[in-house]
């Protein structure tokens, strides 16, 4: 009896094991058939004549909707696809670093695989490769992914192709993340534009383009007006005349933020001169080279991080900056007590004494660092981009304009709100009255010498993260400097705000007329026949030089 029972438990084990082996091999069987599929369309590229044939065998693959053909594709596109020549199979081969034949679809590394002139190279050129771009576009239409699925929306929109639209049209209705879906019409419509679909069809393309507003609808609008005719072609032309006054507007946003950005870094260079001009009336040659020094102080500062702390690196434009500020200052404050105390009321010869510290200066820098330009690293949040509509904005720049009207509000709650800027104030308006009320004048001179050569050296800190440090960094900045301090008012901050402002706005919208160089010129000239008529600036302020 139990034999029997044994008997039939084996019985029934086996019945369930062929049931089970029957489900897998039904499962298995179409995946075996699609990959024989596959690589009976790859096998074809060895017998390929000339690029359209080579490229109806990429949309075939393509047709599959199969990933697996990716690999295969990839390496059409990067010239790694070979046709063995004895038996005509396609294998990738990799010669960088040594002789590799993989297997097209798995990868795998194939054994006995000869040597480099057994194989032929299946060609490509820059049409095939467009063409695999939307090929491969289209099968990750479909990833879990919504980034891959915007980067495919993005290939396919560079590269529209009518074949594509089939494709297109199953994936937008199932497309959840809104920004994804927009930017699929907007491939379709690239596509559509490309295909021999009715003219219905091109109006709705033609008019979703040119709501884009861009200057890469733009591009397709332009290049199918070329060619089209009729109502279509001035539909076409019609979208492409008001997205180019979109654009149009958009340049002017953008040439009035690189106005307010240049603006930023000549306020941060200009607002330690308002001080040491424009309070003291002291003409300071030397003061480009406290920013020069900032400058220098970041560069040192970040090699002590990357030698001895990697971790604060993004932190070491908060440690350089105190530091640039110290630095600057101290050498402000020996210049003013070693030289500049024994010179006022001697414009000239100030003139001449700080033309040659900032001499003495360039060339301590070159000794101690080098005639080379040293480049300053740019912590990560200061790195990168972002787009308002068509307009490009830099982190970098960004972050500067925020410190630099950062930097302005200290300056003014200390010249207002403090005593120290009280006392600064009432040596500034009559100095003899000042020190007969107590107030050490040489000392209220020091300290606001050595507080505006501070403030350089911040300047410096900014500067080093939008370009490289030289010796000659400020010598680029120094003239600048005296133009928005005059043009604003001799030794009135809101007027070196308004001053730096203007002037940068001015000049970015003066470059592409004239050029750089021919629209400093006319800033210069521009200034010089507006002081003719405001000789004190646009915000005049009494100071020692109409002292009695």
Not at 260 to 271: D, E
Not at 419 to 432: D, E
Request: glycine share 10%; charged share 15%; with cysteine.
């Amino acid at each position: 009896m139990q034999r029997r029972v044994h008997h039939c438990r084996q019985s029934r084990s086996l019945a369930v094991l062929s049931l089970l082996l029957a489900f897998v091999i039904a499962f298995l069987a179409p995946a075996h058939a699609d990959e024989a599929q596959i690589r009976a369309i790859i096998t074809k590229f060895a017998d390929a004549k000339g690029f359209p044939q080579i490229e109806a065998i990429v949309q075939e693959l393509g047709a599959t909707g199969d990933p697996a053909v990716a690999r295969p594709l990839n390496a059409l596109a990067d010239g790694a696809l070979h046709a063995r020549k004895t038996d005509s199979q396609i294998f990738i081969v990799e010669e960088g670093g040594g002789f590799r034949v993989l297997d097209p679809l798995s990868g795998e590394v194939v054994a006995d695989a000869g040597v480099a002139r057994d194989y032929t190279k299946i060609r490509v050129n820059n049409g095939l490769r467009r063409t695999i771009r939307g090929v491969l576009g289209s099968l990750t239409l479909g990833a879990t992914d919504g980034n891959a699925r915007m980067r495919a929306a993005n290939t396919l929109f560079q590269t529209p192709d009518p074949q594509t639209i089939e494709a297109l049209d199953a994936a937008i209705p199932g497309e959840s993340v809104p920004a994804v879906k927009i930017r699929l019409q907007q491939a379709r419509a690239a596509a559509v534009l490309q295909s021999d679909l009715p003219d219905a069809q091109k109006e709705e393309a033609i008019a979703l383009l040119g709501g884009m507003g861009d200057r890469a609808a733009l591009s397709l609008l332009n290049g199918f007006a070329a060619n089209a005719q009729g109502d279509l072609k001035s539909a076409a032309q019609g979208a492409a005349d008001r997205i180019n006054t979109t654009l149009a507007a958009w340049d002017m946003a953008q040439n009035v933020w690189f106005g307010l950005s240049l603006g930023s870094v000549l306020l941060l260079a200009a607002i330690g001169l308002a001080i040491t001009f424009g309070v003291m009336g002291v003409i300071n040659m030397a003061h480009g080279e406290m920013v020069m020094l900032g400058a220098y102080t970041t560069f040192a500062v970040q090699e002590a991080i990357r030698a001895n702390a990697p971790g604060l690196f993004d932190w070491s434009l908060l440690i350089a900056a105190p530091t640039a500020f110290l630095v600057a200052g101290v050498v402000g404050f020996a210049m003013e007590r070693g030289i500049i105390r024994f010179l006022y009321g001697r414009p000239l010869e100030t003139l001449l004494a700080t033309w040659g510290v900032s001499l003495i200066l360039q060339q301590a820098v070159r000794t101690i660092f080098g005639p080379n330009n040293r480049e300053v690293g740019n912590p990560s949040w200061m790195s990168g981009s972002f787009e308002i509509g068509q307009l490009a904005i830099t982190w970098n720049r960004l972050w500067i304009v925020v410190f630099a009207l950062a930097v302005f509000a200290v300056l003014l709650f200390v010249f207002n709100r403090t005593s120290w800027g009280l006392h600064m104030r009432a040596v500034t308006q009559n100095r003899r009255m000042a020190a007969s009320m107590g107030i050490r004048t040489p000392w209220v001179d020091a300290f606001t010498f050595a507080l505006g050569s501070g403030i350089a050296g911040i300047a410096g800190v900014a500067l080093s993260q939008i370009g490289n440090v030289s010796p000659n960094l400020g010598q680029s900045y120094i003239i600048d400097s005296f133009m928005v301090v005059v043009f604003g008012g001799v030794g009135n901050l809101w007027g070196t705000l308004v001053g730096a402002m203007s002037l940068g706005v001015l000049n970015k919208f003066l470059e592409p007329y004239a050029g750089a160089v021919l629209g400093k010129i006319l800033v210069l000239v521009l200034i010089i026949l507006f002081i003719q008529k405001r000789p004190r600036g646009l915000f005049a302020l009494k100071g020692r030089a109409v002292e009695a």
